[in-house]
T-cell receptor, first 116, second 115 residues
């Protein structure tokens, strides 16, 4: 069984400040990990993914995340927040392609607000 | 359009009525997923189709929920005798099926409101 915990349902940061969104996972097999972003009234968009290669993963829009097995974490960061980053962010885990169904198990999401 | 499309975008229905939601996957994508997003919660997996294989229905919350897909084409999710707790955004995703990791591409969702 797999699960994802996102700490903080709402995070507010000032424009230009560091963004840190936390994600911890639980998985009985080596996980595949993802961050998705959902802008208002839009579908989910993949920000970045960890698929057992490099532990530091870079994604779109300047975001990156680091897989830390010892901490079962996959926190999302961005050095300098931009107003356009305001959205809801979801962390997700899957068992990967070797187990057939690659269904995603999502966290409850973190709404990011950028303060001008 | 090359993306996943869903219809209708919004559906308001009365408790007890049946509803049918449609998903058009990206052409050539053999895998198709349905998820549900209830207010304030993350997405929940509902059902998975892969080509002509038997679907994985392990996420369907009750026997009022069913889904069909013919081959690698359109899928429909049917909810019978809708209840207020069925109110949610229903998201469809499709992916290719290669030997490696397969990204899921999400549609815009159908917002279902049960009065």
């Amino acid at each position: 069984a797999q699960s994802v915990t996102q700490l903080g349902s709402h995070v507010s940061v000032s424009e230009g400040a560091l963004v840190l969104l936390r994600c911890n996972y639980s998985s009985s097999v080596p996980p595949y990990l993802f961050w998705y972003v959902q802008y208002p009234n839009q579908g989910l968009q993949l920000l970045l993914k960890y698929t057992s290669a490099a532990t530091l993963v870079k994604g779109i829009n300047g975001f990156e995340a680091e897989f830390k097995k010892s901490e079962t974490s996959f926190h999302l960061t961005k050095p300098s927040a931009h107003m356009s980053d305001a959205a809801e962010y979801f962390c997700a885990v899957s068992e990967g392609p070797n187990f057939g169904n690659e269904k995603l198990t999502f966290g409850t999401g973190t709404r990011l607000t950028i303060i001008p | 359009g090359a993306g996943v499309s869903q219809s209708p975008s919004n559906k308001v229905t009365e408790k007890g009525k049946d509803v049918e939601l449609r998903c058009d996957p990206i052409s050539g994508h053999t895998a198709l997923y349905w998820y549900r997003q209830r207010l304030g919660q993350g997405l929940e997996f509902l059902i998975y189709f892969q080509g002509n294989s038997a679907p994985d229905k392990s996420g369907l919350p009750s026997d009022r929920f069913s889904a069909e897909r013919t081959g690698e084409s359109v899928s429909t999710l049917t909810i019978q005798r809708t209840q207020q707790e069925d109110s949610a955004v229903y998201l469809c995703a499709s992916s290719p099926r290669t030997s490696g990791y397969n990204e899921q591409f999400f549609g815009p969702g159908t917002r279902l409101t049960v009065l």
